[in-house]
C-alpha cells in the first residue's frame, strides 16, 4: 500500500460533511471470526444454501441451530480489536456526521461503541440514550445473540444456551412454533426500515467507506453504489480487490485493524 493513497483517504474523510460507513465479515477477521467467503470461510465445509436459507430451516432447523450455537460460543470469546474501535470513536466524535452500517450479526460494533463511550451495559430501558447509542450500526443483516419465532416474530433478546443435540431440545416459541436466530437468511427481506435508514445515509453522504466485505450480497452492496450515483467518494479497505475496487476513489489494501486507525486518525 502506498503512502500517498492512505494521504488521499485521509484528504476525503477530513473534507466529507457526511460519511457513511459500510463493514462486512473482514472488520472482524482480526478478532477471530472467520469470514464466510475464501479460503478458511466459514462456508469452506457448508453451502450457503444448506445453512443460511428459509428452506434450510425448514428442512433440517437442528444442522442450522448447530451452526448457529457453534458460532455463537465462538463470538461470545471475541472482542472487538483495532478497527471496531476506531469506528466507534470515529462515530463518537460527531454522532451527527457518520452512519454506521454493518452486515456482520456479532454485535461487536456495539461492544466497541460502549466501550469508548465507558458504558458497562447497553441502555436498555427504552428511556435512556446512552452515549454509545450514537456509534451503534445499523445492523442490516440482524444479530445472532437474539432469538426470533419463526412464526409470530417475538425476539428474545438474551436466549440460554441451545441444545441442538436433538430436534426435540430445539428453542420454541409460547406459540408453539420454532425460535431461530434473528439474521437475515438468503431470499429473506432485510427490515425495511433498517435499510432503508442505510440507503438514505448512502444517499446523503460526501463519502462511503467500504471495509472488509467481499461487496456480493445484495441489497447492502449497492450502499456505495448508492454514495458514488450521487456524485460522493468511496474509499475502500480489504486484503484483496472487489467488486467495488473497480469505482472506487482509494483502495487500500491491508488489514482494517492497521488501516482503519492510520485512516481515521
Ligand atoms: C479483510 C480482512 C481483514 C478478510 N481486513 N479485509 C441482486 C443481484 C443478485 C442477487 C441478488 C440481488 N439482490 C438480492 C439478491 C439475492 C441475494 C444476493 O445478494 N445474492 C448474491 C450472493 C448473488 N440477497 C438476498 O437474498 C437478500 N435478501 C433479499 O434480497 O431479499 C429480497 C426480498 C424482498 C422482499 C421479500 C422477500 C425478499 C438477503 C441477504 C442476506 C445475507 N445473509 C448473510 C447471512 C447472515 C446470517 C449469518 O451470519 O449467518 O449475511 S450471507 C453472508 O454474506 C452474511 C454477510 O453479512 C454477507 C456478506 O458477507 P461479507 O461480510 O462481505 O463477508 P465475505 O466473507 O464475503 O467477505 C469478507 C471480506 O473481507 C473479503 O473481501 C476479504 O478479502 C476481506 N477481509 N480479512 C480487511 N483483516
Ligand atoms: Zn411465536
Known amino acids: ?14 473534507d466529507a460533511r457526511r460519511v457513511v460507513v459500510l463493514t462486512g465479515a473482514g472488520v472482524s477477521a482480526e478478532s477471530g471470526i472467520p469470514t464466510f467467503r475464501g479460503e ?32 455463537r460460543t465462538l463470538v461470545a470469546r471475541c472482542e472487538p480489536n483495532q478497527a471496531h474501535r476506531a469506528l466507534a470513536r470515529f462515530a463518537l466524535a460527531d454522532a451527527s456526521r457518520t452512519t454506521l452500517v454493518t452486515q456482520n450479526v456479532d454485535g ?6 460502549r466501550a469508548e463511550a465507558g458504558e458497562t451495559t447497553a441502555p436498555n430501558d427504552g428511556t435512556t440514550l446512552g452515549l454509545a ?8 443483516h440482524g444479530a445472532i ?48 426500515d433498517v435499510i432503508g435508514a442505510s440507503m438514505a445515509a448512502a444517499d446523503e453522504a460526501d463519502v462511503c467507506l467500504v471495509i472488509g466485505t467481499s461487496a456480493v450480497v445484495h441489497p447492502a452492496a449497492s450502499i456505495p453504489e448508492v454514495t458514488r450515483r ?33 485512516l481515521l486518525a
Open 108 to 113: 461487536l460494533h456495539h461492544q466497541a461503541a
Open 230 to 262: 450521487r456524485g460522493g467518494r468511496v474509499v475502500e479497505v480489504n486484503l484483496e480487490p472487489t467488486p467495488v475496487t473497480g469505482y472506487a476513489d482509494v483502495t487500500l489494501l491491508g488489514t482494517a485493524g492497521s488501516l482503519v486507525p492510520a
Open 133 to 140: 447509542e450514537s456509534a451503534y450500526p445499523l445492523e442490516v
Open 40 to 71: 478458511a470461510g466459514l462456508w469452506k465445509s457448508h453451502r450457503p444454501e444448506e445453512l443460511a436459507t428459509p428452506q434450510a430451516f425448514r428442512r433440517d432447523p437442528r444442522l442450522v441451530w448447530e451452526w448457529y450455537a457453534w458460532r
Open 145 to 192: 445473540h437474539r432469538d426470533r419465532c419463526s412464526s409470530c416474530g417475538r425476539l428474545d433478546e438474551a436466549p440460554g444456551r441451545v441444545d441442538a443435540e436433538s430436534a426435540d431440545s430445539l428453542p420454541t416459541c409460547g406459540c408453539g412454533a420454532l425460535m431461530r436466530p434473528d439474521v437475515v437468511w438468503f431470499g429473506e427481506a432485510l427490515d425495511p
Open 1 to 14: 500500500m502506498h503512502a500517498d493513497h492512505l494521504t488521499r483517504a485521509r484528504r476525503i474523510v477530513e
